[in-house]
């Protein structure tokens, strides 16, 4: 059993020292570019699998920066930190660290789509990730920028593939060898900053963007397809000039839920959490959009931005006439600076103050930052493999940002899984990937992969078809053992507390099956419980669970000597209940995939008149492939678990009612003849 306490950072004066002490050496299994989101878990993933790692960033007092929002998770989002931390990343446990405000989204509906979001203060999260990081055992991180990759020429006899051999870093000849790279550069190629009509080189406020060398690398001597992509960032607001007042408060969970499984509680106490507030956009605010328009280069360009976080400039242009939220965020404990989420905007600081003023709660609000825009270069994912390398280059791995993602969940995700299997083609294992049917992180990596992206991706609960299996109480089990047993990267402290609570949760399910009773019988126990009569039937305490006003607590208080061991586990048993039998469906539906995968697919089929819940894509790219079996369609980009199923269904359906009307064909033409001699028998008669 974990001693489930929060770690006690190293101190930041210690690792400062032991930072400048550190040498980089000429040679490292994996070097992971750039010390964002994507960056430090690729680093931390490379090194848990065994790889000696060198961590390049621009600035190390940058690594773990929340570019824009300091908040993690949400929905969608808050099911991939949950998959991070089930896989040993460092997000979650950093949320719990920095976390000032815990609340868990969507509780409304059903806990498969619940969305775990923390409100984060910036210093404490930096502080957490960098300590992390230095403490890491095989991981060295080095201050520099990354000019040039070193490639390889492509084997004559393999043409257009190229292999990545090291990094050359800017301002020296320095070079440092690899046998594998993993480059998240994030907003930073080719990044130009934009304000109003004026544009300058940057890759964040503060920040130069990557060296023109590493764009001209990826497109010129690999030949990549890159595209360019927008996303930019609300001006921040002195505290004390704001009127929350005239704002509506929103407070956060009063029992703060942890994104870590090894923790039990947050940093921050219950009573220590500090509200945020709401306020919404007045007539003034849209004018003010209106007339700043032609001063607004970044919102006139064509470049794609991030269409579910738009800039109240977009909004205001998509939906005039609208009162839209503006979310007050507080940027840490300390802080005495808010966020206001929802106003991300690119026009002259004058008139983002007169913008901000025209909200009743900021009408004598003052700017400290002015809000800004950013343009980046970003590489077409659909180069990529399932591992996150890219297809032609032997040892490049890319994650992050510079894939078309938008989000820093996006980010740790891709960062991950990329630097676990950086690691492992440094020490010559095979590549390892994720199942869209096992997590949120094979979604991801799935759909970009398999897709693309034409605008900022980033993840809704709505894309992971297996959404119900796919829950934020259940990512260690689907995650941390296979983490450990086939890929590496997980502790076997992880793997000791996912083993316990598995079985724990196994004998509690066991417990649970055994407890059956008739209907009358539970009703005597349960007075009031409200159960439909079936005769002679019997329910067990599973199926007792699921009854919406029945809860874990309820069952252990009558049966307290078969289930008290397992209140730890109250919720989760819960919820288990809950889904268990549409669960154990979909798990049917998969095996029967994997049973049909040599079902030969007519050759002649008709793929528009599929079912309509079958996307246009999905049909287009099955009529133009035309697979000869379901086992090649299911391996098609592009095609779904889900799609799979409609087309099994579909051609299981066809081919029997073929059936049904060969088995009448025979039938009918003797109807037909018989029919035949009658006529003309009459008709001799
Ligand atoms: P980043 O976090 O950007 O990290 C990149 C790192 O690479 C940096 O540390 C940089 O110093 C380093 N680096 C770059 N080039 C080199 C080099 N050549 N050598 C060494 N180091 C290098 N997300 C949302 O979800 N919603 C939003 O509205 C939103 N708005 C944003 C607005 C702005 C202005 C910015 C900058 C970002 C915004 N983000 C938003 C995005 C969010 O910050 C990113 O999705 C996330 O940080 C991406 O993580 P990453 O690791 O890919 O890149």
Not at 581 to 591: A, N, R, S, V, Y
Request: net charge positive.
């Amino acid at each position: 059993m974990l001693t489930k306490k929060l770690p006690r950072l190293h101190s930041f004066k210690a690792l400062v020292s032991r930072r400048s002490s550190q040498r980089a050496r000429q040679q490292y299994d994996v070097v992971v570019v750039g010390g964002g989101h994507a960056g430090t878990e690729a680093a931390a993933a490379a090194a848990r699998v065994g790889a000696e790692t060198l961590l390049v960033t621009q600035k190390i007092q940058t690594i773990g920066a929340l570019s824009c929002n300091p908040s993690l998770g949400g929905v969608g989002k808050g099911q991939l930190v949950k998959e991070v931390d089930a896989l040993d990343g460092l997000c979650g446990r950093a949320g719990d660290w920095a976390g000032i405000h815990f609340s868990i989204l969507n509780r409304r509906k059903g806990p498969a789509v619940w969305g775990p979001r923390a409100q984060l203060d910036r210093s404490r999260y930096r502080e957490f990730i960098q300590s992390e990081l230095l403490s890491t055992p095989r991981l060295t991180v080095l201050e520099g920028s990354v000019e040039e990759l070193l490639v390889e020429e492509p084997d004559p006899e393999e043409p257009g593939h190229h292999r990545v051999t090291g990094i050359r870093l800017a301002n020296s000849s320095q070079k440092i060898s690899a046998s594998s790279l993993v480059l998240t550069t994030g907003t930073f190629l080719s990044g130009s900053l934009f304000v109003g009509q004026t544009s300058s080189p940057g890759g964040r406020i503060g920040d130069a963007p990557s060296s023109a060398g590493l764009s001209h690398t990826l497109r010129e001597r690999l030949g990549l397809r890159v595209g360019r992509l927008r996303t930019g960032t609300p001006p921040r607001i002195v505290k004390e000039s704001v009127d929350l007042s005239l704002a509506e408060v929103h407070l956060p969970d009063s029992n703060p839920a942890p994104f870590s499984f090894l923790n039990t509680r947050t940093r921050c106490k219950p009573e220590e959490q500090l509200p945020c507030h709401l306020t919404y956009t007045t007539p003034g605010v849209e004018r003010v959009v209106k007339e700043s328009f032609h001063l607004n280069c970044h919102i006139q360009q064509d470049t794609k931005g991030p269409r579910y976080c738009p800039s109240i400039e977009s909004r205001v242009l998509r939906f005039p006439g609208r009162q839209h939220q503006v979310w007050l965020e507080p940027e840490g404990l300390t802080a005495d600076l808010l966020y206001p989420q929802g106003l991300s905007m690119t026009m002259p600081p004058e008139l983002q103050l007169r913008l901000i003023r025209e909200i009743p709660a900021l009408h004598r609000a003052e700017i400290h930052t002015p809000g800004y825009g950013v343009q980046y270069d970003f590489v077409c994912p659909t180069q990529l493999s399932p591992a996150l390398q890219v297809k032609s280059t032997q040892g490049l791995f890319l994650a992050g940002q510079i894939n078309g993602t938008t989000g820093y969940e996006e980010a740790a995700a891709q960062g991950l899984w990329a630097g676990v299997n950086a690691g492992r083609q440094a020490l010559s294992m095979p590549p390892v990937a994720l199942s869209r049917t096992e997590s949120y992180i094979g979604v991801l990596i799935d759909d970009l992969v398999s897709r693309g992206v034409t605008e900022p991706y980033r993840m809704f609960t709505s894309r992971a078809e297996f959404r119900t299996s796919l829950r934020p109480d259940n990512a260690d089990l689907r995650l941390t053992l296979k983490g450990f047993e086939e890929v590496g990267c997980v502790s076997s402290r992880r793997y000791q507390e996912a083993v316990r609570v598995r079985d724990s949760l196994h004998k509690a399910m066991a417990a649970l099956q055994a407890l059956a009773l008739s209907p009358s019988n539970w009703r005597k126990t349960l007075p009031d419980i409200r159960m439909s009569e079936a005769k002679g039937a019997t329910l067990n305490g599973m199926e007792v669970l699921r009854y919406s006003d029945m809860s874990f607590e309820k069952l252990a208080s009558c049966y307290p000597e078969i289930l008290s061991p397992y209140m730890e586990f109250a919720q989760r048993l819960k919820i288990e209940a809950v889904y268990r039998p549409h669960c154990d469906l979909q798990k049917k539906e998969i095996e029967r995939i994997q049973r049909e995968e040599n079902m030969s697919l007519p050759q002649d089929m008709d793929y528009f008149s599929l079912p309509a819940s079958l996307s246009l894509e999905v049909r287009e790219i099955l009529d133009r492939v035309r697979p000869s079996t379901l086992g090649a369609a299911s391996r098609l980009q592009g095609i779904t678990p889900a799609a799979i199923v409609h087309l099994l269904n579909y051609v299981r359906q066809t081919s029997q009612k073929d059936k049904r009307a060969k088995r009448k064909q025979p039938h009918q033409k003797e109807q037909s003849e018989e029919e035949g001699s009658v006529r003309k028998a009459s008709v001799t008669r």
